[in-house]
T-cell receptor, first 118, second 114 residues
Framework: EAGVAQSPRYKIIEKRQSVAFWCNPI?????LYWYQQILGQGPKLLIQFQNNGVVDDSQLPKDRFSAERLKGVDSTLKIQPAKLEDSAVYLC????????????????FGPGTRLTVL | GEDVEQSLFLSVREGDSSVINCTYT??????LYWYKQEPGAGLQLLTYIFSNMDMKQDQRLTVLLNKKDKHLSLRIADTQTGDSAIYFC??????????????FGTGTRLKVLA
């Protein structure tokens, strides 16, 4: 089974520029998450999709961050304009929903995109 | 609040046991998780415990849950150098939409000395 794919793996931009990240979840997974992980901290949820609808975006800085999940599969996260404090690793994860068993809400993580804002 | 707290660092000698502690906040979490993150990689689920359990053993891993104190611990027996990584605990309270919201701790960096 293929894992969660993310691209690019690394991105360096200057402040006030725009950047976009892409995520392809595990096939058939209904739930997709974007996390921001600042160096030395745990992942912080930015946005959670259930199919192509937003479940939780309470911690997404909506003045500069946006995300969409096309047709309930792939997702993109955009930052426009970027600030220095946006330097972090952006992790995408997906989970299945509705499967029997105790592990049905296990999240599977991609390798992340490391963003450096100069 | 939504703070899941962990100690930042732990150093042990190879072959010893490691114990990583976590304090969570939401007593409604059905499951509690331990994830491992190696350098440059995403998080990988190590183990989990159902909230009505006190203990779960999975090979070298033992998870203890104290619901009264909202305390979770992960014990790694016979710690190996390959166990060196950052370990995150996570709670997952059920939210109104019928899905789970994951809240991760700050992470504990485990260093295993040969």
């Amino acid at each position: 089974e293929a894992g969660v794919a993310q691209s690019p793996r690394y991105k360096i931009i200057e402040k006030r520029q725009s950047v976009a990240f892409w995520c392809n979840p595990i096939s058939g997974h209904a739930t997709l998450y974007w996390y921001q992980q600042i160096l030395g901290q745990g992942p912080k949820l930015l946005i959670q999709f259930q199919n192509n609808g937003v479940v939780d975006d309470s911690q997404l800085p909506k003045d500069r961050f946006s995300a969409e999940r096309l047709k309930g599969v792939d997702s993109t996260l955009k930052i426009q304009p970027a600030k220095l404090e946006d330097s972090a690793v952006y992790l995408c994860a997906s989970s299945a929903r509705g499967l029997a068993g105790l592990r049905y809400n296990e999240q599977f993580f991609g390798p992340g995109t490391r963003l450096t804002v100069l | 609040g939504e703070d899941v707290e962990q100690s930042l660092f732990l150093s042990v000698r190879e072959g010893d046991s490691s114990v990583i502690n976590c304090t969570y906040t939401d007593s409604s979490s059905t499951y509690l998780y331990w994830y491992k993150q190696e350098p440059g990689a995403g998080l990988q689920l190590l183990t989990y415990i159902f909230s009505n359990m006190d203990m779960k053993q999975d090979q070298r891993l033992t998870v203890l849950l104290n619901k009264k104190d909202k305390h979770l611990s992960l014990r790694i027996a016979d710690t190996q150098t390959g166990d060196s990584a950052i370990y995150f605990c996570a709670e997952a309270p059920l939210v109104g939409s019928g899905t789970y919201k994951y809240i991760f701790g700050t992470g504990t960096r485990l260093k295993v000395l040969a």
